[in-house]
């Protein structure tokens, strides 16, 4: 068995694992970064979810280090592809101007760019990154997690990795887990937590759904149909109490309103910038933005309420490997069933059936299927920690008008989200609350008992609700810088991470660390933290109609 010491061990490869890395490396130290894929970057490149993020994520006040992520993205676009003239020149280039975000692109150009980032500092033998890896076992000395054991999944062998600090910036919080580090599965109740929105009994099934996304373009006149999945017909009349009909449908639930609605996938000219539909959503392609003798299609990535599979958790009592394999499988098949309907019987928008021009690009996802790497994870373990962000420090209903979300004395990153909670499978349909414009706590970082193992990804010290606004990309990527710089914070001082969180003056220097060296901000400035983005920011998402509290099926 090979054996790997270093001064950080970071299992998991997406945004917050990548942004540990990166931080800790620059900061000087040796860094392991495992991957369970072939990609780095998680939810932006193996899950192919193009970013969401907050209004103000073209201003000074985010991330330098993500801000570098984003010009390097429209750099990457302004060397290689056959852009127009006008949209390379735009300092704003949004490569498919989709309606999610200022800057929606492929996939497999995230790739690149973050594999860009790291190249420096993987020649340098700053950082070693192990692709196909994933952790099966730990080893623990009392409050100590001495040892990682990695296995690569191609071709069976092992690896034991030790290192002073341990990062779990997992998916699904796998070393929490295999360390038997204190952690919550699912939903907290309103006795435990004191959140309006919390469940009335707590339950480990209630998990957000996932989803296996996937890009198409549109050919009309060409037939792209592909072989209708074995669970089809489940799909295609099964109807779930809480929603408005089957999900291969063009019905879903208005989380503005919380009842039904008709969304198709194309309402008008393909070329407008903006339309209400599913294609312009999460387009990531705009044939408008590139040379038409060269790129003559759009592309948009399926990431739509339809394909949300909340059958059977991932976690939990009860769920081995096989169940979750199982899911996961089930998972697939739902969003090649929902392709499969929309290639053959959907209704169209000029009153035909079926989009047979609808075309899989499985050279954009880096897989044979054309899907995602790997389904997109919306919630995960997390750590029991020294504090716990709920609802109340965060949702505009719970706060006073103009107060703005709690200010955190430790706090090591901002961040900005709508508590976004999907279905679950529980049965709980979405839970949709505006928030302010929040921080992220250092005691959310620290587990209540194990010393030196950090989160850093959806696995924090956040509930079940507030998961759901501390789990999109600009936060994870925080999350990271603000686990990379403390680690290295304490290499350079011999210490702890709950050493730093027990003394005011060290968690001082982390923060200048962050702010100073970093360029991370802590701290929104007041008249950003006080505004509620839906009242002030055009094209923000609107004021939302407030759920009834966690509505399950009957």
């Known amino acids: 068995m090979t054996e790997l010491k270093t001064d950080l061990l970071v299992v998991g490869g997406g945004l917050g694992g990548v942004a540990a890395a990166l931080t800790a490396a620059r900061l000087g130290l040796r860094v392991v970064l495992t991957e369970e894929t072939d990609w780095l970057g998680g939810q932006l490149t193996a899950q192919s979810v193009p970013s969401d993020e907050h209004p103000w994520i073209e201003t000074p006040h985010i991330s330098a ?22 949209a390379a020149a735009d300092p704003t280039l949004n490569p498919g101007l989709g309606n999610v975000s200022k800057l929606c692109h492929e996939p497999r150009v995230g790739v690149a760019v973050i594999d860009e980032l790291l190249a420096g500092w993987i020649s340098a033998g700053r950082i070693s990154v192990r692709y196909h890896h994933v952790p099966v076992a730990a080893d623990v000395d009392g409050d100590h997690v001495t040892a990682v054991t990695l296995r690569d999944v191609r071709t069976g062998e092992t690896v034991t990795a030790t290192a002073p600090l341990i990062v779990d910036a997992t998916e699904l919080g796998d070393l929490l887990e295999l360390a038997g580090v204190e952690h919550v599965i699912g939903a907290e109740s309103h006795d435990q937590t004191g959140e309006p929105y919390a469940a009335p009994v707590a339950d480990p099934t209630d998990q957000q759904a996932i989803t296996w996304c996937f890009p198409l373009e549109y050919r009309p006149g060409e037939d792209h149909t592909i072989a209708k999945p074995a669970s089809y017909d489940h799909w295609k009349t099964h109807v779930d109490p809480f929603w408005p009909g089957p999900q291969l449908s063009w019905e879903k639930i208005d989380i503005h309103t919380m009842s039904g609605k008709v969304n198709r996938i194309f309402e008008g000219d393909m070329d407008a910038v903006r339309l209400p539909d599913l294609w312009h959503f999460r387009r990531i392609r705009a044939r408008t933005q590139f040379r038409r003798d060269v790129v003559d299609t759009d592309i948009s990535l ?13 976690l939990g009592p009860g769920v081995d490997d096989a169940a979750r394999e199982k899911a996961l499988q089930r998972c697939k098949e739902l969003s090649l069933s929902y392709l499969h309907w929309m290639q053959t019987e959907a209704p169209r928008h000029d009153g035909g059936t079926g989009y047979p021009g609808l075309r899989l690009r499985p050279d954009l996802t880096g897989t044979d299927d054309g899907l995602a790497k790997y389904a997109y994870i919306r919630e995960a373990r997390r750590i029991k920690a020294r504090f716990t962000v709920l609802e109340q420090h965060v949702a505009v209903v719970d706060r006073p008008d103009g107060e703005g979300a709690e200010q955190f004395a430790d706090a090591v990153g901002v961040g900005h989200y709508n508590i976004d909670l999907h279905p679950s499978a529980a049965g709980v349909n979405y839970v949709n609350l505006e928030t302010y414009p929040f921080q992220i706590p250092l005691g959310a970082l620290l587990p209540v008992r194990v010393r030196n193992l950090l989160p850093a990804n959806k696995n924090i010290g956040t509930t079940h609700i507030t998961n759901g606004c501390y789990r999109l990309h600009p936060v994870e990527w925080s999350i990271g810088e603000a686990v990379g710089a403390l680690a290295a914070l304490c290499h350079a001082d011999g210490t702890e991470p709950h050493a730093v969180g027990d003394t005011p003056a060290r968690v001082e220097d982390l923060q200048r660390l962050l702010t100073e ?20 920011v055009k094209n923000a998402t609107p004021v939302l109609a407030l759920p009834e509290k966690r509505v399950r099926r009957a």
């Open 65 to 86: 280090g993500y801000a570098e992520l984003r010009t390097r993205i429209r750099d990457y676009y302004r060397r290689n592809y056959p852009l127009t003239p006008e």
């Open 302 to 314: 399926v990431n739509w309420p339809n394909i949300d599979y909340w059958e059977a958790p991932l």
């Open 517 to 536: 060296t970093v360029g991370a901000p802590v701290r929104w400035p007041d008249d950003i933290r006080r505004t509620r983005p839906s009242e002030t």
